[in-house]
């Protein structure tokens, strides 16, 4: 994947890549819409009780040692990128449906980080703050 300007404001060699790992993708959730929204998650608490708000049953559990996991509703992320406070994330539609990903802590060098999720035409389609201590 090339790096849009639009984006990315540095150099590829100033950005760390995560590599998302998909831990659940399911297309056909719901009724397919154009809403997108984005979680990020420290604990198993928070994340359980999403999953309880959004009526989702995932089979294992879900470890967080050394991780952080993405909620996103409507998109699939499929990569990831790091720089100072910021974090991008890019990725396709998946009208209807969501996908868990987690992604590496280990690489966060500051306290609070801004995940945001841009569409392939740069557009920002949704953004969450957390700090992690």
Same mark, same amino acid.
């Not at 040692?65 to 910021?86: D, F, Q, V």
């Given at each position: 994947? !090339?790096?849009?300007?639009?984006? /990315? #404001?540095?150099?590829?060699?100033?950005?760390?890549? *995560?590599?998302? $790992?998909?831990?659940? %993708?399911?297309?056909?959730?719901?009724?397919?819409?154009? !809403?997108?929204?984005?979680?990020? /998650? #420290?604990?198993?608490?928070?994340?359980?009780?999403? *999953?309880?708000? $959004?009526?989702?049953? %995932?089979?294992?559990?879900?470890?967080?040692?050394?991780?952080?996991?993405?909620?996103?509703?409507?998109?699939?992320?499929?990569?990831?990128?790091?720089?100072?406070?910021?974090?991008?994330?890019?990725?396709?539609?998946?009208?209807?449906?969501?996908?868990?990903?987690?992604?590496?802590?280990?690489?966060?060098?500051?306290?609070?980080?801004?995940?945001?999720?841009?569409?392939?035409?740069?557009?920002?389609?949704?953004?969450?703050?957390?700090?992690?201590?």
């Amino acid at each position: 994947m !090339s790096f849009d300007r639009r984006i /990315f #404001k540095y150099p590829a060699v100033e950005y760390i890549p *995560l590599y998302p $790992l998909t831990m659940f %993708l399911e297309p056909n959730w719901g009724p397919p819409d154009q !809403s997108v929204s984005l979680q990020v /998650f #420290k604990d198993n608490n928070s994340f359980a009780a999403e *999953l309880k708000r $959004l009526n989702l049953v %995932l089979a294992p559990t879900v470890d967080f040692s050394h991780k952080l996991i993405l909620l996103t509703l409507g998109y699939e992320i499929t990569s990831a990128y790091y720089r100072a406070y910021t974090t991008i994330l890019q990725g396709m539609p998946l009208p209807g449906g969501y996908h868990v990903a987690a992604v590496p802590c280990g690489y966060f060098y500051k306290d609070r980080i801004h995940f945001v999720l841009y569409s392939d035409k740069a557009a920002k389609l949704a953004w969450v703050n957390i700090r992690l201590q």
